[in-house]
């Protein structure tokens, strides 16, 4: 691979996703009620000792969780908001701590669609609960309340 040649100079750099397991049941505003469930994620910054500069970053219907940085594998994979979050940018994560998360259903590791359903062995596809945007606005699994900010894109 060419050495990425482009890298921002403000970048909060290379990143690498990570996961949470959740053992607890989660309901759905359908009804629908997974019993686990995963959530793909990526910070950026450093938490505060009074955990009060933490920051969501919202993703669109079609984004993911990776909103800054790049992967050291892919380095031409840049998060969707590099140009607003890192070090003396806008949300500066030397002040901030930044949270992306991919939403349940989403496509890009967290539980969805292409999961494997454990009650079946085999993915949930079509049978995957309806996952409405007040599910991820009201029922944000797995995240704690109070955030100093959250950011919605435009």
């Known amino acids: 691979m060419a050495p990425r040649n482009h890298i921002e100079p403000r970048s909060v750099g290379a990143v690498k996703p990570q996961m949470l397991h959740f053992a607890e049941p989660l309901r759905f505003r359908s009804g629908a009620v997974l019993d686990s469930y995963d959530l793909v994620y990526e910070t950026y910054g450093t938490l505060n000792a009074a955990k ?25 994979n840049v998060g969707w908001w590099d140009n607003m979050i890192g070090p003396g940018k806008p949300v500066d994560t030397e002040k901030f701590f930044v ?46 309340t109070g955030w100093a900010s959250i950011l919605l894109p435009p």
């Open 52 to 76: 009060s500069n933490a920051v969501l970053a919202c993703h669109a219907l079609n984004a993911a969780h990776h909103v800054a940085g790049y992967y050291a594998d892919d380095p031409d």
């Open 99 to 144: 949270v992306g998360v991919n939403n349940v259903g989403g496509c890009f590791g967290s539980t969805g669609p292409k999961s494997v359903d454990p009650k079946s062995g085999k993915p949930y596809g079509s049978s995957f609960p309806v996952v409405t945007v007040e599910d991820w606005v009201t029922r944000r699994p797995g995240l704690p």
